[in-house]
């Protein structure tokens, strides 16, 4: 059972462009969450969103940035016109749907290491 | 506001001792707490949790304790191998509010052979 998928594992973008980062749950998981990662910071929660519908996305930025987590396919954070503050890792964790066990346990994938030159 | 506060930025031991990683929270709400350790460049690994209903949970090496009156939890690592050299991070969680954690700053532990 592979865990969870990021790609790419290091983006480089110059200041205005776009950012996409890509996330594939476990495998029988439909709730994902984003997560941020400043250095030398803890991990700060962004949005959490099942399959087609955000529920909480009080974590994100007011501006430039969605996700989704279309019915086919990856979950999708987007940053768009980026700048150098933006530079930080993205977490990517799943969890299993809320009528099986150990619902509240999360799982993370690897990370996105986006650099904003 | 920091909801989940590790005050100890790192912490070192000999191999063969016990670690205690120490983790303090503010919101009565949380009802589920977790330990996650995090190698460089990595994401992070979930190692133990606990529910706001029990007060302890033991994994091999690895026991959660959970006080809640003081709003205080701790982990346990016993003996603690080179290996387990990380940061570790303490979460918390409130069923009431989607489930998102909330992570405290991280303390790195050093276990020296």
């Known amino acids: 059972n592979a865990g969870v998928m990021q790609n790419p594992r290091h983006l480089v973008r110059r200041r205005g462009q776009e950012a996409r980062l890509r996330c594939s749950p476990m495998k029988g998981h439909s709730h994902v969450y984003w997560y941020r990662q400043l250095p030398e910071e803890g991990l700060k929660f962004m949005v959490y969103l099942q399959k087609e519908n955000i529920i909480d996305e009080s974590g994100m930025p007011k501006e430039r940035f969605s996700a989704e987590f279309p019915k086919e396919g990856p979950s999708i954070l987007r940053i768009q016109q980026v700048v150098r503050g933006d530079s930080a890792a993205y977490f990517c964790a799943s969890s299993p749907p809320r009528n099986q066990p150990s619902t509240d346990t999360q799982y993370f994938g690897p990370g996105t290491r986006l650099t904003v030159l | 506001d920091q909801q989940v506060k590790q005050n100890s930025p790192s912490l070192s031991v000999q191999e063969g001792r016990i670690s205690i990683l120490n983790c303090d929270y503010t919101n009565s709400m949380f009802d589920y707490f977790l330990w996650y350790k995090k190698y460089p460049a990595e994401g992070p690994t979930f190692l133990i949790s606990?529910?706001?209903?029990?007060d302890k949970n033991e994994d091999g090496r690895f026991t959660v304790f959970l006080n809640k009156s003081a709003k205080h939890l701790s982990l346990h690592i016993v003996p603690s191998q080179p290996g387990d050299s990380a940061v570790y991070f303490c979460a918390a969680s409130a069923i009431s509010n989607t489930g998102k954690l909330i992570f405290g700053q991280g303390t790195t532990l050093q276990v020296k052979p």
């Open positions: 606990i529910s706001s209903i029990k």
